[in-house]
């Protein structure tokens, strides 16, 4: 397999829940908008998407709360079964797995981090990190041993032998995460981890969560609601409406390209400039004269730079080779903010 | 617009319910009115016998083919005669010493006693050690180990055998919907039998004795196994089972790993009622001649030995109360973490130490005898004392005056007088009159269940004995409600009092209802008084309970709006609080209703013309056909009592929004 296959693929993947949903969406035409299916009766929880996330990408998809983002991720590691469509992950289509090798899958291939932790109540943190080993038969040392690294992975070693909720919040999804990343997935889905979890502890949990991703590199879909949670994380984002993918891209092209009104309204609160790296307003073809900045620095990390500056068009490098050049008053216009 | 569509449901369905229920009931006015005047008909008046279909030789044609011709009797009676017989035997060698295997030496008391204070303290703290030990000290300075040992030696082998049934029913009611749909109305019905109707099969299917009265006990406990054990199962978070799935959980490991662990709460809560459900069915077995403390509560107040029933009264309290607060206990324990690289000494200690006083007490009870076994003579019971005080205070002018007074007037102006009304009134028009009730408050489908059910108690040839039934079960509710909702309503106007109320009425929910004649004989003596007495005792209970649970339950919201529109105590309570509180109330009602049923039945030992009391009678026999046909009887009216009351409490929430 090269690196070139996505890790997870869907196409047109469906998701209804009512009566019947096959016999539903078999007889359903096209350009029924979410409002209509539940005028029917039905609920469609994702409404034909299809999407790829590649080796090692982080995908955030956000959308408001019921756009149908957590069972976007539960068809992903079938959790719900799809009502059309197909999903493929590493190129197996999970949908026609016989329930022994889905079970494999998920004890070798997939974790899951839960908004509410999941975590059983009558297990040690201990018990419940080795909980995915022990399932699947692992040695009793070997999984002892394991769960104790994951632990202090995390950093909650010395808790090993509490229970659930003898710990705070912010523990409780540390266990939740290192249960899920005790047996070394490739694929890791987190259904937003931390909006369970107050603000202060929210941003120390996204912190450490960056760490551990810099340190293991794996693929991760990751579910927020939280604009600023989803641009300080994300390779690309997916925004979701009705269960439907509205728009899937580079934050950057997100920001300044919005595909729907819907969109354009989602991202009007953000300060721009935060978001927007040099390297999407190069102009390839250009050149520009002076000192060069970096293409992977944010419009707001160079905002001296810009006022400051008389030059139009200002070089940009990237890792120190010239890519091309950036307008300045593109930049000044993301900087104040000017449509 | 909205008068319109009022307007329009209106003409849709012809009449509301409330007319038919009116007009049912004027047809049976009418009936009884024209029998009064001795114009009715004697066959509209009852069903003449030839009419009546023989149910019973239907019922014994089905069971002598069940037994014989199916062989069931032969699996039934290996198993009462193999390994139960094997597990009581087992138990009851160690608990009082019967010469069977292991044969060991009886356990001395006081070991017992020692460990179980230390089970207490480990799952409640000095107050449940205190408890705990006490009990079991109680019981052998009383003089009465051995009968209590009898009771617990059933009770260990029933408890945990319906536990286990009711698990493994509750599981597959829960996977399966069949099993559920098939399990719901065998549970409901079994819920409403009343208990000779277990004893008898008992005694035919699985031998008499020891055996009999296990099977009867697992069989009345089990029903709350399997509903909390299904509710438990439906109630695991989401999350946690997909955690289990992503884990990459079998089926089997999702089961033992996930789902149980996860219902503990709710299935410690099922294994609460299971015990106290045992111990109130072991106490009962004694009208099957199983000896224990029941056999010696009924000899005792058979003689009028009043002295020695309030002493075991006293022991079967305290060992209901010491079963519940104990199990109780269990399911509000939950495990607590030890440091890392803790002893395995420290870990285990409660039950080392268990383990180390149960040793110590039976080797000192190898050398001192008092601390294995108290005999009758060393005993400290105070039976021939307490008797004479008792009857010493009955004797006074002024407590005879009164239980004197009070057996007057309830008898001849409220007892007799409404029996003989609701004997007289025609075997339809009573019919009439339940379906009325039946439909003005349940509406159409408990209607209908009241037609078929009454039609079958009118047509089964003991509807004499079903209304005498039923009038004891009416009159003492009634009191019950007149006495018990003033009580309620007082006792919620204040945190402290509900509290205490409620305490009061929890302990006295786990007393076995056999306990429940001892006060009523003491009284008013075998007497027809004492049956309604005893009932309007044990019915009361729910009835406050649910009556002070309900009026709490207030919204704060609701009755602060009722404060600052200024209304008086009284308004807010006839506007606010009582509306509010009706469905809950309701629901206690519906209690009080079949927890009466059930006394009914126990007071035939008292003496009463009623189902109960032909009931008592089949137990003597085999006439297992009679049997079930009267315990259908009672089943089926505390049935249609049960559907109308409930089904009207569930439209009065959703009303409410509650
Ligand atoms: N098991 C289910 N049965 C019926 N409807 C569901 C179920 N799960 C989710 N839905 C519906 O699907 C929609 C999407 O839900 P969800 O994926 O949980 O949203 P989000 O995670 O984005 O908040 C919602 O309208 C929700 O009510
Ligand atoms: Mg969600």
Redesign the pocket.
């Known amino acids: 397999m090269t690196s070139e296959t996505p890790v997870i693929s869907c196409k047109n993947v469906w998701k209804i829940?009512g009566q019947d949903p096959e016999g539903y969406l078999s007889k359903l035409p096209p350009g029924r908008t979410f409002d209509d299916i539940r005028a029917d009766g039905y609920?469609a929880?994702v409404r034909d998407v299809s999407i790829e996330v590649s080796r090692g990408e982080m995908l955030v998809i956000m959308?408001l709360?019921?756009?149908?983002?957590?069972?976007?991720v539960r068809c992903f590691s079938r959790l719900h079964e799809i009502t059309g469509g197909t999903i493929e992950v590493d190129g197996q289509d999970i949908m026609a797995l016989p329930e022994k090798e889905l079970i494999e899958l998920r004890r070798n291939k997939m974790g899951m981090v839960f908004q509410n932790f999941g975590l059983l109540p009558h297990r040690t943190v201990l018990e419940n990190v080795a909980f995915p080993l022990e399932m699947r038969g692992q040695d009793k040392h070997e999984r002892r041993d394991r769960a104790l690294e994951v632990i202090k992975l995390v950093g909650l070693e010395r808790r090993e032998e509490y229970f659930p909720r003898e710990l705070s919040g912010g523990q409780q999804q540390r266990v939740g995460i290192a249960r899920s990343l005790a047996i070394e997935p490739d694929i890791w889905f987190l259904d937003e981890p931390f909006s369970a979890l107050d603000p202060l502890i929210r941003r120390e949990m996204q912190d450490e969560f960056l760490r551990l991703q810099e340190m293991l590199g794996k693929t991760i879909v990751f579910?927020t609601h939280d604009f600023d949670e989803a641009l300080r994380l994300a390779d690309r984002i997916a925004i979701?409406k009705d269960?439907a993918v509205e728009q899937c891209g580079t934050p950057d092209n997100i920001v300044l390209n919005p595909a729907t009104e819907y969109v354009r309204k989602f991202t009007e609160e953000i300060d721009k400039a935060n978001v927007v790296h040099a390297r999407i307003l190069t102009d390839m073809s250009a050149t520009g004269e002076g000192a060069p900045v970096e293409a992977s620095a944010t419009i707001h990390a160079l905002a001296k730079l810009l006022v400051n500056d008389t030059r139009d068009m200002i070089p940009v490098v990237d890792n120190g080779k010239a890519i091309g050049a950036m307008p300045r008053k593109a930049a000044l216009d993301i900087l104040v903010g000017a449509d | 617009m909205a008068v319109l569509s009022t307007n329009q449901a209106l003409t849709r369905v012809g009449y509301s319910d409330t007319q038919i229920a009116s007009g049912l009931f004027c047809v049976a006015l009418v009936l009884t009115v024209l029998q009064y005047s001795g114009l009715l008909p004697s066959w509209l008046h009852r069903i003449p016998e030839e009419w009546v279909p023989p149910f019973a030789v239907w019922l014994d044609a089905a069971f002598i083919f069940i037994r014989e011709d199916l062989q069931l009797e032969k699996l039934t009676r290996w198993f009462a005669e193999g390994p139960l017989q094997f597990m009581l035997d087992t138990t009851a060698n160690l608990l009082y010493g019967k010469r069977r295997w292991p044969r060991f030496e009886q356990i001395p008391w006081s070991a017992i006693a020692a460990s179980a204070a230390v089970l207490g303290y480990y799952l409640g703290g000095w107050r449940l050690a205190l408890l705990a030990g006490g009990t079991f000290v109680w019981t052998a300075l009383i003089g009465q180990w051995k009968d209590a040992m009898e009771t617990m030696s059933v009770l260990i082998v029933a408890a945990p055998l319906a536990f286990l049934i009711g698990l493994l029913v509750g599981i597959a009611a829960w996977k399966y919907t069949w099993v559920d749909r098939a399990v719901r109305p065998v549970l409901s019905v079994l819920q409403t039998l009343p208990f000779f109707t277990y004893l008898l099969p008992a005694v035919i299917f699985f031998k008499v004795g020891p055996t009999a009265g296990a099977v009867a006990t697992i069989i009345y406990a089990v029903p709350p196994m399997i509903l909390m054990t299904t509710l438990g199962l439906k109630k695991v978070s989401p999350e946690v089972i997909e955690a289990g799935k992503m884990s990459g959980c079998s089926r089997w490991q999702m089961l033992r790993h996930v789902y149980v662990p996860a219902a503990r709460n709710e299935i410690l809560v099922g294994v609460n009622q299971v015990i106290m459900l045992c111990l109130a069915m072991v106490v009962l077995t004694a009208f099957i001649g199983m000896p224990g403390l029941g056999a010696k509560l009924l000899a005792m107040m058979g003689s009028f030995k009043l002295g020695r029933s309030f002493e075991i009264g006293v022991t079967i309290v305290l060992l209901a109360v010491t079963l519940d607060r104990l199990s109780k206990a269990w399911v509000v324990k939950l495990p607590e973490h030890f440091e890392r690289g803790t002893r395995w000494w420290v870990r285990h200690k409660y039950a080392l130490t268990a383990l180390a006083v149960f040793v110590f007490f039976t080797v000192l009870g190898q050398f001192v005898g008092w601390f294995a076994e108290i005999g009758r003579r060393e005993s400290f019971s105070q039976g021939k004392e307490i008797d004479t005080a008792i009857k010493t205070f009955l004797a006074f002018d002024i407590v005879q005056g009164i239980t004197g007074q009070i057996r007057y007037v309830l008898n001849v102006w409220v007892l007799n007088p409404f029996r003989d009304f609701l004997l007289s009134i025609p075997t339809f028009g009573f019919i009439l009159i339940v379906i009325a009730g039946a439909l003005a408050i349940g509406g159409r489908r408990p209607a209908l269940y009241a037609t078929v059910f009454f039609g079958l108690v009118a047509l089964s040839g003991w509807w004499d004995r079903s209304v005498i039934t039923l009038y004891s079960v009416i009159s003492a509710v009634i009191i019950a409600t007149l006495i018990g909702l003033p009580i309620g309503i007082m006792a919620a106007r204040s945190e402290k009092w509900s509290r205490r109320v409620l305490l009061a009425c929890d302990t006295a929910q786990t007393f076995p209802s056999f306990i429940y004649l001892i006060p009523a004989i003491m009284l008013f003596g075998i007497t027809a008084t004492s049956v309604v007495m005893s009932i309007l005792i044990f019915a009361m209970v729910p009835l406050i309970r649910y009556t002070v649970e309900g009026l709490r339950g207030v919204p704060l919201e609701m009755t602060e709006a009722a404060d600052m529109s200024g209304a008086t105590r009284r308004q807010k309570l006839w506007s606010v609080q009582l509306p509010l509180a009706l469905p809950t109330m309701a629901v206690g009602f519906n209690q009080a209703i079949m927890f009466a049923f059930f006394m009914v039945i126990i007071a035939a030992f008292i003496g009463t013309q009623d189902l109960g009391q032909e009931l008592q009678k089949t137990l003597a026999g085999t006439d297992l056909g009679k049997n079930f046909v009267l315990g259908f009887c009672v089943a089926l009216m505390a049935l249609t009592f049960d559907m109308a009351i409930l089904s009207w409490a569930e439209k009065k929430k959703a009303q409410l929004g509650l």
Do not use: V
């Not at chain 1, 709360?65 to 976007?72: A, H, R």
């Open positions: 829940f609920i929880g959308g709360s019921g756009s149908g983002k957590s069972t976007l579910i979701m269960g």
